[in-house]
């Protein structure tokens, strides 16, 4: 069974930093794309960033491109979203999730099979 167990959420003002953190656990996630997503009230839930096995090739959506990054620590099996100058809309629930991809899988995939309970990540005016 595939488990994804986020941390690292909060409360902060806007202009500052968080860094999330997703621990995977269950089998070995080579071959497994790692993603974030986000839903905030009365919205859909939206991909955030992706990051491919090994970790060469990455996905930022346009509105955190430049403020976000996501990275990955294959020995640890853990994802991580580096969150810097927050702004208020970026308040909502972070989830990850992770999908198997092969050559052919486009990118950034969809279809995401297996997802953690998600952290709440709230940014103050």
């Known amino acids: 069974q595939v488990q994804l167990v986020e941390s690292g959420g909060g409360l902060v003002q806007a202009g500052g930093s968080l860094r999330l953190s997703c621990a995977a656990s269950?089998?070995?996630?080579?071959?497994?794309?790692l993603g974030w997503f986000r839903q905030a009230p009365g919205k859909e839930r939206e991909l955030v960033a992706a990051?491919?096995?090994?970790?060469?090739?990455?996905y930022h959506a346009d509105s955190v491109r430049g403020r976000f990054t996501i990275s990955r620590d294959n020995g640890k099996n853990t994802v991580y979203l580096q969150m810097n100058s927050l702004k208020p809309e970026d308040t909502a629930v972070y989830y990850c999730?992770?999908?198997?991809?092969?050559?052919?899988?486009?990118?950034?995939?969809?279809?995401?099979?297996?997802w953690g309970q998600g952290t709440q990540v709230t940014v103050s005016s």
């Open positions: 269950g089998r070995t996630f080579s071959s497994y794309a």
């Open positions: 999730a992770a999908r198997e991809v092969t050559m052919t899988t486009a990118w950034p995939p969809s279809g995401w099979r297996y």
């Open positions: 990051i491919s096995w090994p970790g060469a090739r990455t």
